[in-house]
């Protein structure tokens, strides 16, 4: 057993949380609200009142947070996570955050001499919940094979990257995909709407062909039946466009899809739709071509 504290119980939080539990690991939980502890309480973890509270006698700190904004409040501050985490402790970040916030935490934990590992993962609140995430690892290769069998529980893969900041920099290249995968498919639907194609027979053969892809079977029906249910929100989608597009600009890189994906998520954002699936930039595509996908 390992004595895990794991702070921000979000999204993808707490299925991790009864993962680790289920294995057998020790948790201590913090989260900025106190809503989601008590159904960790109830599954067998420890709430603490802080974050050095939370941590103290940690053999391993984990967390996941939504953006450089909630790094720099609980990691960065004063009195924050990296002035409390212990020499002995190995600290795991699974956020999808800028390659310049990672650095900072790790120049921060660098300074007092702490072990960090930057493990954004992908998947959402399913693939949390069923231990199926895939998280890609950047730091010390001996430190993340240190923490393995506490990533395994939640992942069904792990992949090692290469030194600090590899992790967060494949996330932004993966997130990309995703970003372009959504447009496609709401281009495809689109096209196939307006030329008077069954939409549940391009979807049957989006399913078999050498171009398929989980994305498209996982969103496509939901987008006939309208159905935007959040697990992975529109406002974070937004977030990630932003960090690609800026990590990429300093690389000299063209992001050509990404941008145009932008376009629609800040269209969906404008009509209201932040707290609804990430792929409601679908529907802000099929409306601006004047159509509805789930007639």
């Not at 992942?155 to 600090?164: A, C, I, K, R």
């Not at 307006?194 to 053969?205: N, S």
Request: net charge negative; hydrophobic share 45%.
């Amino acid at each position: 057993m390992t004595r895990i504290a794991y702070l921000g119980l979000g999204t993808m939080g707490l299925g991790m949380v009864k993962n680790l539990l289920a294995a057998g690991h020790g948790v201590t939980v913090w989260n900025r609200s106190e809503a989601p502890t008590k159904e960790a309480a109830d599954a067998g973890a420890t709430v603490a009142s802080s974050v050095a509270t939370a941590v103290d006698g940690a053999e391993v700190v984990m967390y996941c947070f939504s953006d450089d904004t909630a790094i720099d409040a609980v990691v960065l501050s004063e009195g924050g996570l990296a002035s409390v985490a212990d020499p002995s402790s190995i600290v795991i970040d699974l956020s999808t955050i800028s390659p310049e916030k990672s650095a900072a935490e790790r120049d921060a934990y660098d300074a007092r001499n702490v072990p960090f590992l930057d493990a954004p993962v992908f998947g959402s609140r399913g693939e949390a919940a069923a231990g199926g995430l895939w998280i890609v690892i950047g730091g010390d290769e001996a430190t993340f094979e240190e923490v393995r069998n506490v990533l395994e529980p939640i992942s069904e893969t792990l992949h090692y990257m290469g030194p600090g900041g590899s992790g967060v920099r494949m996330k932004l290249v993966g997130n990309l995909v995703v970003a372009s995968q959504l447009l496609a498919l709401g281009e495809a639907l689109t096209l196939g709407a307006k030329a008077g194609l069954d939409l549940e027979k391009v979807l049957g053969v989006l399913k078999v062909t050498d171009f398929r892809s989980p994305i498209f079977d996982g969103v496509g029906p939901s987008v006939l039946a309208d159905d935007y249910s959040p697990s992975f929100a529109l406002k974070l989608m937004q977030k990630d466009g932003r960090l690609i597009q800026a990590f990429a600009a300093g690389l000299g890189a063209p992001v050509p899809s990404v941008e145009a994906a932008s376009r629609y998520v800040d269209a969906a954002m404008d009509a209201g739709w932040q707290e609804e699936n990430a792929s409601a930039l679908i529907k802000a595509l099929s409306d601006n071509a004047g159509i509805s996908l789930s007639d």
